[in-house]
């Protein structure tokens, strides 16, 4: 195979591999995944994900509630839905799905999880709190003189 049909073929695939990607993650390009222990002791999932609309972003499950994730996304993507990261911060997360045994890798991606997760906390309990149906009033007894 020459250098031409070897372009060719690089050309090509570029296609089958946006096609098969918007078919296998409807264009969201899973990258990979690695597990962190936040301060609760809890293992949490978190996939590291990257595709042309968002940016880099991250997506953390939570084992004590299935449904609920916490979305983290670099460049302030979508404010009110998306966490904020910086480049860095995703990076680290990056590098720790390749190098799984590296310590300081881990210990700096604990700290993002915690600050994350401490952080999507506090937005739910505010969410909560104003979403909360009015507690009932009492009618003061007045005195009339």
């Not at 060719?8 to 390009?29: C, R, S, T």
């Not at 449904?67 to 990076?91: C, F, M, S, T």
């Not at 680290?92 to 300081?104: A, C, K, M, P, R």
């Not at 937005?123 to 507690?135: M, V």
């Given at each position: 195979?020459?250098?031409?049909?070897?372009?060719?073929?690089?050309?090509?695939?570029?296609?089958?591999?946006?096609?098969?990607?918007?078919?296998?993650?409807?264009?969201?390009?899973?990258?990979?995944?690695?597990?962190?222990?936040?301060?609760?002791?809890?293992?949490?999932?978190?996939?590291?994900?990257?595709?042309?609309?968002?940016?880099?972003?991250?997506?953390?499950?939570?084992?004590?509630?299935?449904?609920?994730?916490?979305?983290?996304?670099?460049?302030n993507y979508q404010p009110g839905e998306y966490l904020a990261i910086n480049r860095d911060e995703w990076h680290i997360f990056f590098l720790?799905?390749?190098?799984?045994?590296?310590?300081?890798?881990?210990?700096?991606?604990?700290?993002?999880?915690?600050?994350?997760?401490?952080?999507?906390?506090?937005?739910?309990?505010?969410?909560?709190?104003?979403?909360?149906?009015?507690?009932?009033?009492?009618?003061?007894?007045?005195?009339?003189?």
């Amino acid at each position: 195979m020459n250098l031409s049909q070897f372009v060719a073929f690089y050309e090509a695939g570029k296609y089958v591999y946006q096609l098969w990607n918007e078919m296998q993650y409807y264009g969201k390009e899973y990258i990979s995944e690695t597990s962190i222990k936040n301060n609760s002791g809890h293992i949490l999932k978190v996939k590291v994900c990257f595709n042309s609309a968002r940016q880099r972003y991250l997506q953390i499950k939570l084992p004590w509630n299935a449904e609920r994730k916490i979305l983290a996304g670099v460049d302030n993507y979508q404010p009110g839905e998306y966490l904020a990261i910086n480049r860095d911060e995703w990076h680290i997360f990056f590098l720790l799905t390749n190098f799984q045994h590296d310590s300081e890798l881990y210990a700096y991606a604990e700290k993002i999880v915690n600050r994350l997760v401490d952080k999507a906390n506090i937005i739910e309990s505010q969410k909560r709190s104003l979403i909360s149906p009015p507690t009932e009033l009492h009618p003061a007894k007045s005195q009339v003189a």
